[in-house]
């Protein structure tokens, strides 16, 4: 097999595996930048899913390798900046998915061992059909609803509250007796098949767009600026899920009891949610769903699997994507055949070559597509990757007649080619050697640990490829970023290619520039009157009038940066865009270092290896090799430094947020946990550390507080004892932290 082959999970070395876990985070890290922040994804969720389903794999077989920004690590998108934002108490957490039988059953036996059951303990969960709709949080006070919000990127989301005061399935105050303080049922809106075609009617005979599927229309009603707009729309809403609720006990100590609780306060849930016992159970009630899938009025992608016990539920706790006490078992995607008409490249913020294909149009699942990700050079060769039924042998060629599969209403992938309906002549497509916005050489870098060669190709041009700029200014002003309001894509494409914009700091200078930033924007909405012009000169007059009103949106933008110039600091480190660290790992630094200037220093003091603040950076629980070389190297570039001491002229870092965990021992400590503990897993401990306000290592220092050392403790506990580091057994931990 070639090295450019993707290799068998089985057939990994270790080496191997970190470098694909490598590779496999910062691909999907681009995947959701496009797809979250851009609302322009080059994937289908059925290609996503597959890398992540890689990842998975191989995280499962070397387990000591699972990086902090792997893709279970990632949730929804940013608010819009259309509403108020709202943050949320509890964060609104993704789920994991399921994609096959023995998923299903790997879950169940994930959910025993964690807990540590004995072989005659059952383990009763609650499954539930995946309403294909938008997540919603509702705040009740005293009984009385104050505050909707949609769920954002899982820690703050948009004030929907006016919005959702004008559907049915909402009660403005819950009934029954004993309702908590404070209380937040959160849910899906959804809107009926049968209410989306008479929508969509309507819409077409009032000559306005009509929306793609249920799913994207209830999302478009309730995102509504004018609250009578939603009101006009028949929006439903399922409950199934809580986050903050303050009392001296919950409602109920199951989950199908909650439901039942929701059912008494006046909330619509799912009457199709059943018990289910076992693996074979669960694995039942999917094919039971999936078959009544088409007689269903309302959306759904897949079923839900939920341990019923809420105290099973606490212990077993919380990944930084996703509980481990759930997960969505996904139904197949749907595919068609079409034409692949050429190839286009893209280049992205770190240089990567990304193939797209162009496809004659065809519709799947009721969605009309006409592009699909081609992955890199290998998938186009027909080497493909894990999950992908595309082989050797089969490489793709213009003109060749595709099977693509779709399963969400994004870009979909190819999955097979037609030979026998290959045109004469066809040639192999040759992958570009050159960038092709920069001309600098494109090459595919070589692993020094394994010598193989990474499969994604990169330019190698750096800062003078503008692709590589652009893309990067992008990431910065994105919405999980910087997220300036009215400063996207087209505006930062354009005041690049007019000079006025060419690093972070020079957004906060615009201001310096207003005349120049007016002419450019004048100049581009003047292109579109000419364009314009062609079909209707009251259009363009209509178009120059936009034009002249284009004043405003130069001061509105304007202020928009100014409002941004104070940051929090995971989001300024996530800002940066540096390889490797996406929203969970900047968080994870900006908590572990605190502020900016602490954070600098220690990064720069890091290029030597042999230093303390190396070894302090390694040790961060979740950060490995790769990440952690990554950050240093950017701090070791010195036009980076450069470009950030501009920008620290212009913004202000805010210090990040301390833990609420008053009252805890070891709040600030940093632990190491090393052998076997018995009275909990390894993850459990680690996951009740952390909540207690406590850093995890993964190495022994000098400035580690507490090693708990259980059977088999090896290196670690040599280390700690030459240090003098505090040990401490299992139960002696348990007793410091009270539990």
């Not at 403005?172 to 809107?191: A, N, Q, S």
């Not at 040990?727 to 539990?739: C, M, N």
Request: glycine content about 8%; charged content about 30%; aromatic content about 6%.
């Amino acid at each position: 097999m070639s090295k450019t082959t993707i290799i068998p999970v089985d057939d990994l070395t270790e080496a191997q595996a970190e470098a694909e876990l490598a590779r496999l985070a910062e691909e999907i890290a681009a995947h959701d930048e496009r797809y979250y922040q851009n609302d322009a994804p080059t994937v289908s969720d059925a290609e996503y899913d597959a890398l992540r389903q890689r990842n998975a794999a191989i995280e499962k077989r070397f387990p000591a390798l699972v990086r902090d920004d792997s893709p279970a690590k990632r949730v929804g998108s940013a608010p819009s900046g259309k509403f108020k934002k709202v943050r949320h108490a509890v964060p609104m957490l993704s789920l994991d998915n399921a994609f096959s039988d023995s998923d299903v059953t790997e879950f169940v036996a994930r959910i025993r061992r964690f807990l540590k059951l004995d072989e005659g303990e059952e383990t009763l969960f609650t499954a539930e059909p995946k309403i294909d709709g938008l997540s919603l949080s509702l705040r009740y006070e005293d009984g009385a609803l104050v505050r909707a919000a949609t769920r954002g990127d899982g820690f703050e989301g948009e004030d929907v509250t006016a919005n959702v005061k004008t559907l049915e399935d909402v009660p403005h105050r819950l009934k029954g007796k004993r309702i908590p303080d404070v209380c937040e049922v959160r849910g899906e809106v959804y809107m009926t098949k049968s209410a989306f075609l008479k929508l969509n009617e309507r819409q077409a005979k009032a000559g306005k767009p009509t929306f793609a599927n249920p799913r994207n229309s209830a999302a478009g009603s309730l995102r509504q600026l004018d609250p009578a707009i939603t009101a006009s729309r028949p929006l439903g809403f399922f409950a199934y899920a809580w986050g903050e609720i303050k009392d001296a006990d919950m409602p109920a100590d199951t989950q199908s009891g909650m439901l039942e609780w929701f059912a008494r306060c006046g909330f619509k849930t799912n009457p199709l949610s059943k018990p289910c016992r076992s693996a074979d159970e669960l694995i039942a009630f999917h094919s039971a769903i999936e078959e009544e899938r088409a007689g269903l009025d309302y959306d759904i992608d897949g079923v839900v699997y939920k341990v019923d016990r809420l105290d099973w539920q606490k212990r077993l706790g919380f990944v930084s994507r996703s509980p481990r006490w759930a997960i969505a078992h996904k139904f197949a995607a749907e595919q068609a055949q079409t034409i692949l008409r050429g190839i286009d490249i893209q280049v992205g913020r770190t240089g990567a070559l990304t193939p797209v294909a162009r496809l004659e149009p065809v519709t799947v699942g009721g969605v009309v597509v006409v592009n699909a990700t081609l992955h890199n050079e290998d998938y186009i060769k027909g080497i493909g990757s894990d999950g992908l039924p595309i082989r050797e042998g089969r490489d793709l060629r213009i003109g060749d007649t595709v099977t693509i599969q779709r399963a969400g209403d994004v870009i979909p992938q190819i999955v097979d080619v037609d030979l026998a309906k290959r045109p004469k002549g066809a040639r192999e497509y040759e992958f570009p050697k050159l960038c092709p916005v920069c001309k600098s050489h494109a090459v595919r870098e070589v692993n020094p640990k394994t010598g193989d060669r990474d499969s994604v190709t990169r330019c190698t041009g750096g800062l003078i490829c503008s692709a590589q700029t652009v893309e990067r200014l992008k990431h910065f002003a994105s919405r999980n970023a910087f997220d300036i309001e009215g400063l996207g894509d087209k505006q930062i494409e354009l005041f690049h290619a007019e000079g006025l914009i060419d690093s972070p700091a020079d957004i906060f200078t615009l201001h310096k520039k207003l005349e120049r930033v007016r002419k450019a924007v004048f100049k581009q909405r003047e292109t579109l009157a000419q364009e314009r012009e062609q079909q209707s000169g009251k259009k363009r007059a209509k178009a120059l009038s936009e034009a002249d009103r284009n004043f405003k949106d130069v001061d509105n933008l304007l202020a928009a940066i100014d409002a941004r110039r104070r940051i929090a600091f995971a989001r300024f480190i996530y800002a940066l865009g540096i390889r490797h660290i996406g929203e969970t790992n900047a968080r994870l630094l900006a908590r572990n270092y605190g502020n900016y200037a602490a954070f600098e220093q220690a990064m720069i003091a890091a290029a030597d290896l042999e230093s303390e603040a190396w070894s302090d950076l390694q040790a961060i629980n979740g950060i490995g090799d790769v990440v952690a070389k990554a950050v240093v190297d950017f701090f070791a570039e010195k036009h980076n430094r450069d470009a950030l001491h501009a920008l620290l002229k212009e913004v202000t870092i805010e210090e990040e947020e301390a833990l609420d965990t008053s009252g805890s021992p070891v709040a600030g400590k940093t632990v190491v946990f090393t052998g076997t503990l018995e009275k909990m897993t390894r993850e459990e401990a680690k996951a009740m550390a952390e909540r207690l306000g406590a850093k995890v290592a993964g190495s022994v220092s000098k400035k580690t507080d507490y090693v708990v050392a259980g059977p088999g403790a090896g290196s670690k506990l040599g280390k700690a004892e030459s240090l003098g580091v505090e040990v401490l057994t299992e139960d002696a931990w348990l007793t410091l932290v009270g539990q």
